[in-house]
């Protein structure tokens, strides 16, 4: 019996590197800080688009989910881009399908939805199994030309499949949608533009050599919101598109309605990324709150036709003043900050606009000069299959005769390659025909096919040679997108002509009342119809052996002027005094304004107006005196 050899195990000992910790940690956050920047949140400067956002449309141009065919549930998307191409939840991926279908949050929509996106409210978009969604029809142009490869494609994340490193994009996404990203110590916001407008510079830049931010202003007023409302001109505007970093003020459109006896103003567009909602419970907030007389109710009547809040003012409201009001204090004036941080060359970069109009202009020139090889090759092999074919009718017989004395296909490629000098590739052509096709080919239209072969052969040699053909290319191309895409710019860029400086007597609702302030700081106001009630010329209530310094009639836009036995003089606006039955104590003045202890209030009277022509007296026990202007 053989003796069992026994086994030899190999160990393999495990090498243990003792390396700092802060360096470790260091070393792997700045590669997830490297991550987060170049693959999640901030976008490309050449298409506009994050790589989960590239993943999305090339999933659905994969398979054919397109602006001419039906829609497809999100799930079937969703489950695509996490299984072949981008390897997060579902969650980000959806969100970002159905973000790019909203049009209150992207200029022009990539997406067509079915079902429920969300709303300019807030609310979320329905689960993905219950929605569809298909390319929009200018989405494709991002994508077209993709089949003739003129961009890179790289592997996947699993190494099993290919994916596009960045699309063609045949219209400056980047600045029509913009976009917006955190990352690690690092942040994009990049305001949506009108298409025209940005078309137009991207041509004047081709069609100029030295060219400025500013000269490209002369296009690109500012930013174009999807929700319209208007944009105050300042530098800011300048900042951003010379610098790549500015903030603007931006507002609500808004129109104040006076006949009939009815006031109101009614808010048709709101400022770019608040929540209508929002805006309506802070109107409301207002009202209920009484911070401002005038306002008898909000509504919101938005509807598909369009956005539209309705505030009804009081008859003798001043609409002006409660306008200016709450622009200041609702989210329908607000601020926007810009800063256009972009891919360049796998870098993140601040740009200013003529910086990502010549990035976007470079990748074009790029995917044209590889569509054109691309079409060229094609052209050129097809040229020499029909010049092949042309010569085999001119010896139709003898071709017909070789093909018939062959044993098979393929030594019917090698007789004709051996006896009539063809190539391969024509070869192969000649026998792929039927007999009786080849025999009823008409040479002319071969001819025909042939001639233009050559003169597209010869304009697509002139756009590789030549920077201006392939320059008139793009702008052709451009200009084709913006008659079929383009439309009116919805935000308007205007002077600052509302006032919102705010006189706080306009805001209070004038009506006549009751004062009384005693010796011992105790003020009070109240309504005529209290003061009435209690009896014409009854005194107010107070405490035990106070004594009544003041008590008259004044208007809630008055003001009280009281002084004290330390020489003191207090100023009290009469409608910030708290409204009370006219019996009642009232509140120590304390609450307005603080006396020191013991101060006592001497005199005190109302006043409607400080003007220059009106004095007071002063005059002390030990009888000093002086007149001071009022």
Known sequence: MAKKVPETVEVIKEKIHNEPLEEVMGDRYATYAKYVIQDRAIPDVRDGLKPVQRRI????????????????????????????????????????????????????????????????????????????????????????????????????????????????????????????????????EIPPHNLREVIDAVIWRLTHVNVTPLD???????????????????????????????????????EIIDEKGTKQIVITEIPYKTVKISIVYELDKIRHGKEIDGIVEVRDESD???????????????PDVILA?????????????????????GRPKTLNLLQIIDAYIDHQVDVITRRSNYDLNKCQTRLHIVDGLIKAISILDKIVETIRSSKDKANAKDNLQKKFEFSEAQSEAIVMLQLYKLSNTDISTLVKEKEALEKTILKLQGILEDR???????????KAIAAKYGDDRRTQIVEKDINLQIDKRDLIAKEEVMISITRDGYIKR??????????????????????????????????????????????????????TKWKEEGR??????????????????????????????LITKKGQIKRVRL
């Open 57 to 188: 449309i090339y999933a659905m141009y994969e398979s054919g989910n397109i602006s001419t065919r039906p829609t497809k549930k999100c799930a079937h998307t969703v489950g695509a881009v996490m299984g072949r191409y981008h390897p997060h939840g579902d969650s980000s991926i959806y969100d970002a399908l159905a973000r790019m279908s909203q049009d209150w949050k992207v200029r022009v929509p990539l997406v067509d939805f079915q079902g429920n996106n969300g709303s300019i409210d807030g609310d979320i978009p329905a689960a993905y199994r219950y929605t569809e969604a298909r390319l929009s029809e200018i989405a494709e142009e991002l994508t077209k030309d993709l089949e003739k490869k003129t961009v890179d494609m790289d592997l996947t994340f699993d190494d099993t499949d290919f994916e596009p490193s960045v699309l063609p994009a045949r219209f400056p996404n980047l600045l029509v949608n913009g976009s917006e990203g955190i990352a690690v110590a690092l942040a994009t």
């Open 325 to 345: 009001y709450i622009f200041n204090k609702t989210q329908l004036k607000t601020s926007y900050s810009a800063n256009i941080v972009a891919i360049v060359n």
């Open 468 to 478: 201006k053909k392939l320059d008139r290319v793009i702008i052709a191309d451009l």
């Open 526 to 579: 109240s309504s005529i119809k209290s003061y009435r009630g209690s009896g014409l010329n009854s005194l107010p209530g107070m405490k035990e052996g106070d004594v009544l310094v003041y008590r008259g009639q004044a208007l809630t836009t008055d003001f009280i002027l009281a002084f004290t036995n330390r020489g003191n003089y207090l100023y009290i606006p009469v409608h910030e005094v708290i409204d």
């Open 304 to 318: 598909r036709k369009g956005l539209r809040i309705v505030v009804d003012l009081k008859k003798d409201a001043k």
């Open 216 to 254: 490209l202003m002369r296009f690109i007023k500012g930013p174009d919101f999807p929700t319209g409302g208007l944009i105050y001109e300042s530098e800011g505007l300048q900042n951003i598109y010379e610098t790549g970093r500015g903030r603007i003020e931006v507002a609500a459109k808004t």
């Open 588 to 617: 120590h003045i304390n609450y307005l304004i603080s006396l020191e202890y013991k101060e006592k209030i001497m005199c005190a009277f109302a006043v409607n107006e400080f003007r220059n022509d009106l004095f007071l007296a």
